[in-house]
């Protein structure tokens, strides 16, 4: 018989996608348990705090028939007390003959220590089936571990010449109801929602999720304005929707101490930014955002903001939409502003992208290709 780790894999990879925007901060992951090629059980991570694949799975099975399975999980089962008893003591307890894992676990409290266990207790392990779709799947844990900040997903609707608002800064409405459907799904898994000042004041946005008949996103998004100069009025739309969601501004510790207090007066948290990180305000807040255990942001623009991100290196994946209009003029305003690229061969180009169209709009996204620096 072919090898069938790699489909057994691949199922339990399926399964863990359900938990998307549910069980963040921690990474999304799925399980299944086989004998001689039957399935005997699958589950996966269902929320935050609840319990973890492994449990969900095996909690199905006759434990008679485990002597001879073998157990498929998409990430390292985890050998620490968090929200919930470590998994690797459960199947210690249990005993399979053998546990494939797809990755090892970057966690430091984990880290190698879970697959240890199973193998000083005569239990096979096999490690890297499907490695490389595990770490795409949970690519936001992976870069919140590494890096300290979440993954940042940029999002914008623009014209077919380019425009995200004409010369007047109008931008209501660019894409169809389609297109702001997909963006309110986005929301839906987001830990924050991001824009600056700009298009704060420009387009006095909600940046709530809302759904089709009522249904509940998965998780609330912080609405943040990197907003160096706290201009944000108490009387904008998000300020005055604060019961729907939190609204964070990032400002100078130098902005006007008034206009801080009439923003944290009316619910508001300010984040008060050091002079010297001014500069680079969007990667504070990111790094505070980061510390909070934010995974998934969304930066939805402004053009400056936006640009900013991409000439940092700060953008991970893009969703752009376009729509078939034409706004024309030299002035009017485009998604990526900053510097930008000097030669057309250093454009930035995306992997996994897809293409769909809704209507007379095409949404096109992917995720941003690193390119390894050159000598």
């Known amino acids: 018989m072919a090898n069938r780790d790699p489909y057994w894999m691949s199922l339990a990879l399926q399964l863990a996608t359900r938990g998307r925007g549910f069980v963040e901060p921690n990474p999304m992951v799925g399980c299944v348990v086989v004998e001689k090629d039957e399935l005997l059980s699958s589950g996966y991570h ?33 050998s620490h007390f968090g929200k919930t008893p470590p998994c ?11 546990v494939v894992v797809a990755m090892q676990d ?3 409290e984990v880290s190698g220590r879970g697959i240890q266990a199973l193998r000083l207790q005569s239990i096979e392990v096999d490690v890297g089936v499907l490695g490389a779709q595990a770490q795409e799947l949970n690519a936001p844990y992976l870069k ?33 109801e389609l297109s702001r459907g997909i963006v309110h799904q986005l929301r839906s898994g987001m830990d924050a929602v991001i824009v600056g000042i700009g298009t704060a004041i420009a387009d006095d946005p909600l940046l709530t999720t809302r759904l089709p008949d ?39 510790e130098r902005a006007e101490p008034e206009r801080v207090r009439n923003l944290r007066s009316s619910g508001c948290e300010v984040l ?20 909070r255990r934010y995974t998934n942001v969304l930066l939805e623009g402004g053009g400056t903001l936006l640009g900013h991100a ?21 002035k009017a305003m485009r998604p990526l502003a900053g510097v930008g690229k000097s030669l057309m061969r250093e454009a930035t180009e995306l992997d996994n992208t897809t293409i769909e169209t809704l209507g007379d709009n095409v949404h096109i996204q992917g995720i941003v290709r690193r390119v390894a620096a050159r000598d």
Not at 47 to 76: I, N, Q, W
Not at 88 to 98: A, E
């Open 46 to 78: 269902h929320y935050f705090g609840g319990p973890h694949a492994e449990v969900d799975a095996l909690s199905k099975c006759d434990p008679k028939r485990l002597a001879d399975s073998t157990v498929y999980v998409t990430l390292e089962p985890c």
């Open 88 to 98: 690797v003591d459960l199947l210690l307890r249990l005993r399979p003959k053998r």
């Open 106 to 108: 970057p966690f430091s």
């Open 144 to 176: 919140r571990l590494a890096k300290g900040i979440p993954w940042v997903t940029a999002k914008w609707a623009m014209t077919l010449d380019g425009a995200i608002a004409t010369r007047d800064q109008d931008s209501k409405w660019i894409s169809n």
């Open 214 to 252: 009522g249904t509940r996103p998965a998780r609330i998004a912080t609405r943040v304005v990197v907003d160096r100069e706290c201009r944000l009025s108490p009387t904008s739309m998000l300020v005055s929707s604060i019961a729907e969601g939190p609204v964070l501004v990032a400002c100078s």
């Open 272 to 291: 008060m930014i050091p002079e010297p990180e001014v500069v680079s305000s969007l990667e504070f807040t990111l790094r505070e955002l980061g510390s």
């Open 310 to 330: 991409f000439d940092r290196e700060l953008i991970d994946q893009v969703h752009c939409f376009v729509a078939a209009k034409l706004a024309g003029g030299a």
